[in-house]
């Protein structure tokens, strides 16, 4: 094979065979050279992680290695708006559709050919928030007065939330009714 003229703008050594361009990216075959292909990727660990179902967009950040400039993160096979950070890092945009509810996402990364390819892939768990109680109505009861209505006030409440009494399912029949992310009510 005869030697190939360097690209003048990138004052690559003369007789290369493959030039790149400044910075992260893929390798540039020229006319007389060898084409080298892009690596197939693999990912190691993906952040946040679990999700939280119900939240809002969020940037989920792949960990992994031989990513490259055109490489994409893909949720359940469809590919997601992905910033290139660098050969171990790529950071997705995920849409509040995407979490809305619990589950799971497959999550892959792809790099088109030459070479390239799609990555191993990592489950992201979708859970359901943490509930937190800050006020029982009414917060007091006498014993033995019978029936009561009891509100319990909070936050990410869902409507598959239960309220345990005493930390256990309860001796008593208790039945709550879903109001709110912030509300179940005793009826």
């Known amino acids: 094979m005869g030697k190939c003229p360097a690209p003048p703008a990138l004052n690559a050594p003369t007789g290369a065979n493959m ?9 540039h075959p020229l006319q007389c050279g060898t084409q080298i292909n892009d690596p197939l990727p693999a990912i190691s660990s993906l952040s946040p992680s679990p999700a939280i179902a119900g939240n809002s967009a969020f940037t989920l950040t792949v960990t992994g290695s031989n990513f490259v400039s055109s490489s994409t993160v893909q949720w359940n096979g469809s590919p997601r708006t992905t910033t290139f950070v660098s050969n171990s890092s790529l950071q997705s945009s995920i849409t509040a559709a995407d979490v809305f509810n619990t589950g799971s996402a497959s999550i892959t990364v792809t790099t088109p050919a030459p070479g390239g390819g799609t990555s191993n892939t990592l489950t992201l768990p979708i859970n359901n928030p943490v509930p937190a109680l800050t006020s029982l109505n009414p917060s007091s009861v006498i014993v033995g007065s019978g029936a009561l209505t009891l509100t319990v006030s909070g936050s990410n409440f869902v409507s598959s939330s239960v309220v345990r ?4 399912s309860s001796r008593y ?3 709550f009714q879903y109001k709110s992310s912030s509300r179940h009510r005793r009826v």
Do not use: C, D, I, T
């Open 165 to 168: 009494w005493n930390r256990k």
């Open 19 to 27: 030039w790149s361009p400044p910075g992260p990216g893929v390798a």
């Open 173 to 175: 029949h208790v039945r």
